[in-house]
């Protein structure tokens, strides 16, 4: 399996960037950050009501990162929560229509949640009605 992972993103890789290119509504499931010329690599994640896009972010290891954080319209409001300081990966931020970018280097391999913490008052956490994802930090 560990020897297959690097095709495996290959493919999840050109698959995310066929739909990214089609500009087509339906979620993405996975997608894997583009590594740019700076060094950098670069991912968009968007809350909407109540999902993440993607569900499932893989970076690599040990490389700046460089989220566009957004949400889609509408009067709910979101949040991006990751509790990872054993990866060095500690983000808060409320979600906005407009565009906002956060920036960390990933430390530590593993797969790290994140999730929206919002909750109105007898319901269930908008991370219980779907808003959670996956950060993969990969080798
Ligand atoms: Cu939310």
Redesign the pocket.
């Known amino acids: 399996m560990r020897k297959l992972l690097p095709i495996f993103i290959a493919i999840l890789c050109g698959l995310a960037t066929a739909s990214a290119r089609a500009d087509a509504p339906q979620e993405l499931g996975t997608v894997v950050a583009r590594l740019d010329a700076d060094g950098i690599q670069r991912a968009a994640i968007v ?1 909407g009501d ?1 999902f993440f896009k993607p569900r499932h972010l893989v970076v690599k290891v040990n490389l700046p990162v460089e989220l566009t954080l957004s949400r889609e319209t509408g009067i ?4 991006l929560v990751i509790k990872a300081p054993e990866a060095g990966i500690v983000l808060d931020r409320v979600l906005s229509t407009e565009i906002g970018k956060v920036t960390f280097t990933p430390t530590a391999t593993g797969a790290y949640p994140y999730y ?1 913490r ?1 909750k109105l008052l007898f319901f269930k956490s ?1 991370r219980e009605q779907g ?1 959670e994802g996956v950060l993969e930090v990969v080798p």
């Open positions: 809350g109540y709910v409001p979101h949040t929206c919002n908008h808003m």
